[in-house]
């Protein structure tokens, strides 16, 4: 399998000669890659093309500013790749202006509350417990802190955040600005009802498409970016670019946007990691990624049947993306508990509060599973069975080492059955 694995990440001699200490550990992180199957929902696995852009050149530059308007010498070719990055998000997304300098999806949040906010603004946003992001007003987040956010939530029986309740509260409390988007919500939004309760209370609204920005760009789900004055997202997820975000929004909030990315938050951009970018657009635009978001869905569906099938309780019942909640209190586990159980065999999950969760988020209800690092390696509906059944065997056994690491040796012999990357 070595072999296959070599393919995708070229040998790295030139690091193996000169630091042999940073080579080993890249080596066993490679190896656990390979290894193992990963549900972490946020990650991915980038093609070698990107991986490739992102070990170039580029990295040497100053580039402060955006294209055209910098504020050092020698940036001809810096202006060229930026601009491809721009024009092929834009195409990708429909977008009236972008930009791609954000370092990661928790600045680039930063940068738009800081444009159009100031300190002490209402914003409605999903509540934490139900599925919102840290910079959707954690309280020892920085968006928690600078602002009042007000979280809206998902419904006790159904799972569902419940619309209603948004335009109540949306009505009570008058926000500046209604912010949709999730890191733990399998379910899709209704943009257009955002959109239409933002109108009626004079809101801006922003969409935080950072999971499901792939979904969108291979059109398996909606598209909030025509509807919404500004759309953030990461490029390192399901859009399975290197690590980094980008800011869409309408062109009236275009030089606040910009002025707030630089110098407002950020000084020189990354550009070798622009680089990478503009070759994932590239990537995302194409015919087959289409079928690779679709396999995502696909296998998310698969996955939460199988474990449905086994007695596993999934929040709101079914998915309409690439990830699921699963609550362990019917198998009497809690997430903390099967995170490192789980991790011991072999299989990567994330510990997540659940809606309504008596636990602390140190040790959680619920874990969180998503699908597109497996389809990236390849992996279809009919190995999710395989994959509820690994989940289920290490949960039954969960005190049992011996058990664990019989349960490590099948993983890892299924595991490096695939390539690392496949293209579909
Ligand atoms: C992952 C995520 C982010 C933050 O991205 P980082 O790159 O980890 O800073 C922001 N918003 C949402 C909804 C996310 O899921």
Redesign the pocket.
């Known amino acids: 399998m070595k072999e296959r694995f070599a393919e995708i990440y070229p040998p790295k001699d030139i690091l193996r000669k000169n630091d042999s200490e940073a080579f080993r550990i890249l080596e066993l992180e490679e190896r656990r890659q390979r290894e193992g199957i990963e549900l972490i929902a946020?990650e991915n696995y980038v093609s070698p093309t990107v991986l490739e852009a992102m070990s170039t050149a580029f990295t040497n530059k100053y580039a402060e500013g955006v294209p055209g308007k910098r504020y050092y010498g020698g940036n001809q070719f810096i202006d060229e790749i930026e601009q491809l990055a721009i024009d092929r998000a834009k195409k990708l997304f429909g977008a009236e202006h972008i930009n791609v300098q954000p370092h990661?999806?928790?600045?680039?949040?930063m940068c738009v509350y800081f444009a159009l906010l100031e300190p002490g603004d209402t914003v409605l946003g999903l509540s934490l417990d139900h599925g919102g992001?840290l910079?959707?007003g954690l309280p020892i987040n920085f968006s928690g802190k600078w602002y009042k956010f007000i979280g809206y939530k998902t419904g006790k029986e159904d799972g569902f955040i419940d619309m209603n309740e948004v335009r109540k509260l949306a009505r009570k409390t008058r926000p500046k600005m209604i912010l949709a988007?999730?890191?733990a919500y399998s379910r899709n939004m209704d943009w257009k009802q955002f959109k239409e309760i933002a109108d009626e209370v004079g809101a801006i609204t922003m969409a935080?498409i950072?999971?499901i920005a792939g979904l969108i760009a291979g059109k398996q789900i909606e598209n909030p970016v025509p509807i919404f004055d500004v759309v953030?997202t990461?490029t390192?997820?399901t859009l399975r670019g290197p690590?980094g975000?980008i800011i869409m929004c309408k062109e009236k909030y275009a030089k606040s946007i910009d002025r707030a990315v630089f110098p407002g938050i950020q000084g020189g951009p990354h550009e070798h990691t622009i680089a990478a970018k503009a070759v994932a657009f590239k990537e995302a635009s194409a015919e087959e990624f289409q079928s690779y978001t679709k396999k995502i869905i696909q296998n998310a569906q698969a996955l939460a049947k199988a474990l449905v099938e086994r007695g596993f309780r999934i929040v709101s019942g079914d998915t309409d993306n690439h990830l699921m909640l699963v609550d362990l209190m019917p198998k009497n586990l809690t997430g903390n508990v099967a995170e490192k159980a789980l991790e011991k065999a072999g299989i990567y999950v994330n510990k997540n509060l659940i809606p309504y969760d008596p636990q602390k988020p140190m040790v959680t209800s619920g874990i969180r599973l998503g699908t597109p690092a497996i389809t990236t390696r390849g992996m279809n509906t009919s190995d999710m069975e395989q994959i509820a059944n690994f989940i289920d065997r290490v949960l039954q056994n969960i005190s049992d080492d011996a058990k664990i690491k019989e349960i490590a040796k099948d993983v890892k012999e299924f595991a490096t059955s695939f390539p690392i990357f496949t293209w579909s």
């Open positions: 946020s990661s999806g928790n600045p680039a949040n992001h910079s959707h988007g999730f890191s935080d950072a999971h953030t990461t390192h997820k690590r975000a």
